[in-house]
């Protein structure tokens, strides 16, 4: 399922909701444990989990190049929100009888070329969250990767058209 964008005061919101039969507090795990997190988010690692604290986005591009994010908000179990470019992201869980709802927001200041991009790999990083949720590691799947971004261009275009 394509994230929902809609127009809010200050940008746009990318709005991604994934069903997941699994605890919030698996999930929280997932999102917030090193070991657990490079496996499908490999180009962060926390240093400081705890508002106002530190996520590390290391550029895997073999410099050893790196910058600090910021983290906005946070409430264990159930808020995760940091600095995503000029903008930011939020993960929230919500328990169900099943499992939990996680909705993952991008709060994006301007629609551009690269949105396109970013959309399609939280969308490819949110499905190998699931998978890894389901117990099975995959790398990143390119391919996966150009066929959502395909969908995103049109989705960005539709919308920046309305």
């Excluded at 929902?4 to 994934?18: D, L, N, P, S, T």
């Excluded at 698996?26 to 530190?54: H, I, P």
């Excluded at 699931?130 to 799947?141: R, V």
């Excluded at 066929?147 to 309305?162: G, L």
């Amino acid at each position: 399922m394509l994230a929902v964008i809609e127009k809010v005061e200050g940008g746009h919101i990318a709005r991604f909701e994934r069903p997941l039969k699994h605890s919030a507090e698996k999930v929280w795990a997932a999102l917030t444990v090193n070991e657990k997190l490079e496996k499908w988010m490999s180009n962060l690692q926390f240093e400081d989990l705890r508002k106002g604290g530190t996520i590390k986005f290391n550029m895997n591009d073999g410099t050893g190049a790196s910058f600090d994010i910021k983290i906005i908000d946070l409430a264990e179990n159930s808020v995760l929100e940091f600095e995503w470019g000029d903008g930011c992201v939020r993960f929230e869980l919500y328990p169900k009888s099943d499992g939990c709802l996680l909705v993952f927001k991008e709060f994006i200041s301007t629609l551009n070329d690269h949105t396109s991009k970013d959309l399609a790999g939280w969308h490819v990083c949110l499905y190998m969250l699931s998978s890894l949720l389901n117990g099975q590691h995959i790398d990143f799947p390119m391919e996966e990767w150009k066929k959502w971004h395909e969908k995103y261009i049109v989705e960005v275009n539709t919308f920046e058209n309305k």
